[in-house]
């Protein structure tokens, strides 16, 4: 773990960014971390730089505080790195970043190589926001530092749900829900609620998804043209992937929607037995042995074979090891 007070010292100007196309976790880790430094750090400038996160996430304190115009103009003493596993997805914060006199990365990828001068990576960790639960003291923690946290692990857990809750997970929960807030209310708003347009995107693409490979594979797509149909961002676009994930016999399901004409953003999500954060790194992506992403180029059914081939080339070796 890291000693987060110490290493900062009397440092001044603190960053604090996190991935492109920000999720729960990053949020919950940006701002969590920020809050606690204010509460910490007696006279120093902590900025978060984040791509705008979805409004959903308004609630935690500080939301409206965040730069993204990352206008930075002078560089920082101190900079953190949270969920993400590569630099390039700090998006426009990279520069920032590589400007800083001390770099401090904090993350669960497993695919991540450790690119800061302090590294924390921990990839059995449930979300970044468990590990940084962990280095926080409680002296500086608060009602709104415990939101920001819950936040992130419910979002990256799946509510609590998925493998990655360990026992040390749900005590980090446990300590959270010491501090006095509407936990189910933040559930339900930030994770569950749809708007009635992200409903029916949903509904569209369930729809219009393909069951192949026996089965066993689940794809479903959004492209442009539709998108700027219903008036959508990818913001909107969220938790469709797990949606076809729970399809009765599927071990992989992908998303992708079209980012520009024939590239497109991938998603999948394994039910255990493949690994596609291993082919995700495969097409220069990363992620999480269930829940990995990339960007592709090509038609989608471009993308769909040359996914498949490896989906289907990790299923054959798991059924040729069963047996023998
Ligand atoms: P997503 O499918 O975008 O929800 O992402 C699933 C997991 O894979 C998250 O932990 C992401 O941080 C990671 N991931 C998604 N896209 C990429 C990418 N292009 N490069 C590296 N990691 C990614
Ligand atoms: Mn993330
Ligand atoms: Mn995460």
Redesign the pocket.
């Known amino acids: 773990m890291i000693d987060i007070i110490s290493e900062i010292g009397d440092s001044k100007r603190i960053a604090i960014m996190g991935?492109m196309?920000p999720?729960g976790d990053c949020v919950g880790a940006c701002l969590g971390l920020k809050l606690y430094l204010d509460n910490a750090l007696k006279d120093a400038k902590v900025t978060v730089f984040l791509e705008k996160p979805s409004e959903t996430f308004s609630y935690i304190k500080n939301y409206g505080n965040i730069d993204s115009d990352y206008d930075c103009k002078e560089a920082p003493d101190v900079c953190f790195s949270l969920?993400s596993?590569?630099p390039d997805?700090l998006g426009e914060g990279l520069l920032i970043f590589k400007s800083a006199k001390k770099t401090i990365c904090i993350d669960h990828?497993i695919?991540n190589r450790g690119f800061a001068m302090i590294n924390h990576i921990e990839p059995e960790a449930s979300s970044t926001c468990e590990l940084l639960a962990l280095m926080f003291e409680d002296r500086y923690m608060d009602k709104e530092v415990a939101k920001a946290l819950f936040t992130g692990i419910m979002h990256d857990s799946g509510v609590f749900q998925y493998s990655c809750m360990s026992r040390r997970s749900f005590e980090v929960v446990g300590r959270l829900c010491d501090y006095d807030f509407d936990r189910s209310r933040i559930i339900d708003e930030s994770f569950y609620q749809k708007s009635y347009v992200q409903n029916q995107i949903l509904g569209r693409t369930l729809l219009e998804s393909i069951l192949f490979m026996d089965g066993k594979c689940i794809a479903g797509s959004v492209d442009r043209k539709t998108m700027d149909f219903y008036n959508i961002t990818y913001k909107d676009l969220d938790g469709i992937?797990n949606q076809l994930r729970v399809t009765r016999g599927v071990e992989v399901a992908i998303f992708m929607y079209e980012i520009h004409s024939l590239e497109y953003?991938v998603?999948?999500r394994s039910n255990g037995k493949v690994d596609v954060a291993r082919i995700?790194t495969l097409f220069?992506?990363?992620?999480?042995v269930r829940?990995?992403?990339?960007?592709m180029n090509g038609t989608i059914y471009d993308v769909l074979n040359n996914l498949s081939l490896h989906i289907e080339e990790q299923l054959k070796a798991i059924e040729d090891a069963d047996d023998r």
């Open positions: 991935h196309r999720d969920d596993s590569t997805r990828h695919s992937v953003k998603s999948m995700a220069g992506g990363g992620g999480h829940a990995a992403g990339c960007t």
